[in-house]
């Protein structure tokens, strides 16, 4: 301790000498403005570069398991190519089928910014107006619903998370179909709850809760969670239902923004059937 003491006394002018030139450089910038501007243009450009080589390097640990979601995407797409089938009657007529028509359509984005721990969290996707991104928009993942997007600009969207206090996602039971809402408590980020299905309904541990299909965001089917615990209170008529997230919103790098082709069509039609309400 001694030795540091002295250590300090003897090379005092030096260490004052610092002192000074801090204290110097921090007057110079605060007052004069061209100096200001050059002091935080560095600033900004050494913080984006040092977040954009971090960046790289989560990427590369995490690609891993990118890739495997990746697969295993590519594996359901794999199923529904044409080269799968096979014809079952020799020569064929070519018949163009009216039947079905693409509702959907899908954008990739990486996720740039993200948060987990607060009430109202939010994503930051790497697309935006320019890339035909929309407010309303749905936004899945690899495991299932990430979020809807919330505003936009030219290059980039913002995304209401799933785990927003705010956020309510229509959704239903995969085995009965009974439909009820998906909501975030704001507690942990793995669990939240689904509301609004009738206690009479048979329900068991572990049972699939997907998309609805009921809004105009997300198609019907897409996995969200599954059920951990539930319980029938007295004097209500809805279960207290609580849910394990399928993803994990600590651990997301690429999304989809989803696209219903249709949906203004949706919602000028139900905006009459408001209407009439009124009358």
């Not at 995969?174 to 939240?192: H, M, R, V």
Request: aromatic share 14%; hydrophobic share 40%; no cysteine.
């Amino acid at each position: 301790m001694r030795n540091l003491v002295q250590f300090f006394i003897r090379y005092s002018f030096f260490f004052l000498f610092l002192l000074f030139e801090v204290v110097s450089f921090y007057i110079i910038v605060k007052n004069n403005s061209f100096h200001n501007s050059i002091f935080y243009t560095a600033t900004n450009n050494l913080v984006g570069s040092i977040y954009s080589k971090y960046s790289s390097i989560t990427d590369y640990i995490n690609l891993k398991e990118v890739n495997e979601k990746l697969a295993i995407e590519n594996e359901s797409l794999q199923k529904f190519q044409f080269k799968n089938y096979e014809k079952l009657f020799g020569e064929n007529i070519l018949v163009r089928d009216t039947i079905y028509h693409k509702k959907y359509l899908y954008t990739k984005a990486k996720i740039i910014n993200n948060s987990t721990n607060k009430q109202q969290n939010f994503i930051t996707l790497s697309i935006g107006e320019l890339n035909g991104i929309k407010k309303g928009m749905g936004v899945i993942g690899p495991s299932g619903v990430i979020g809807v997007v919330n505003s936009t600009s030219k290059h980039y969207s913002t995304v209401l998370a799933v785990l927003n206090i705010n956020s309510k996602t229509s959704a239903k039971l995969k085995n009965s179909n009974y439909f009820g809402s998906l909501q975030w408590d704001g507690k942990n980020y793995k669990e939240g709850i689904l509301a609004d299905i009738p206690n009479h309904v048979e329900l068991r541990n572990g049972d699939t809760i997907v998309t609805s299909g009921f809004s105009s965001i997300f198609p019907a089917g897409i996995d969200i969670a599954t059920i951990k615990d539930f319980e029938k209170l007295e004097g209500e008529f809805f279960y207290d239902i609580r849910v394990n997230f399928l993803v994990d919103y600590k651990n997301i790098s690429w999304v989809y923004v989803v696209k219903n082709i249709f949906k203004e069509e949706q919602i000028e039609l139900e905006k009459q059937n408001l209407q009439e309400d009124d009358q």
